[in-house]
């Protein structure tokens, strides 16, 4: 593994393979009467959180606990960030209290890869959502969501998603999940294809290694996983459809459309859902759809990640099962 965790772009086939097959042991500790092991006992982890986040704030701050680290949270409102202090001032600061990773999440596109190589800090870096460029813990726990229910628990060990067809439906022009499950599935061997308004698909994505549609309804029958993504108002500063109810016509997913999906096909959505918009509540609420799994593997694949970011090269589990029985 790399020192830092910036892209998902960064990541090798091994690398992601890797980070899969250890969320599938640290999945098995969440299964346990203790849910925690001495991985990072005495390491330091920050969560600097620039921009409003629940799932992936609670996520991350689960995962520390539960690997036994010492956890600060930092958030921007309420700091010394809303009075001016800049990037590099903050990371000075925390460099000089001796933290080992800081886990951060900006609205600027860049800052984690800017924190990450300016010297300023002397900490694994892991990008816990930048702008709209990449949210690489999220591709990461969509993978393993996609593998464990595709391929099944034992039997995905050491698999990728190869011959897998995967589609993303929305607002991919805002989207920093898009990006990177197009980065990571790729790199896994699986084919996606992006479905959106014309006006919600980026320029230059045709040097995405990705096809893209504009029809939802000729894609569905071929997808083995149909990812959701919310339309994200707070991002935009123009008109990009005419109405709510003209997106969720063409581009919503309803029991009708997901009755063409092929029976294995799951329905997955990074959250939160505007329920009505972009997925009716019949497909939310039903069995084929993994929101609820996609959030508990999220622990997983971030245990995961800072488990082998600072951990070093011991099986984690197996160590910790070994000091339960002396």
Known sequence: ??????SAADLTRDDAVLILDTAEEMARVADRPIKKLPTLRGRTIVNLFFEDSTRTRISFEAAEK???ADVINFTAKGSSVSKGESLKDTAQTLEAMGVDAVVIRHGASGAPYRLANSGWIDAAVINAGDGTHQHPTQALLDAFTMRRRLIGRDAGLGQDLSGRRITIVGDVLHSRVARSNVDLLHTLGAEVTLVAPPTLVPVGVQTWPCEVSYDLDSVLPKADAVMMLRVQRERMNAA???TEREY?????LDGERMARMPEHALVMHPGPMVRGM???AEVADSDRCTVVEQVANGVSIRMAVLYLLLGGNEPAVTNARTNEEK
């Open 278 to 280: 972009e997925i009716t």
């Open 248 to 252: 969720s016509r063409r581009y919503g």
């Open 66 to 68: 539960r690997l036994s």
């Open 240 to 242: 990009f459809f005419p």
């Open 1 to 6: 593994m790399q020192r830092h965790l910036i």
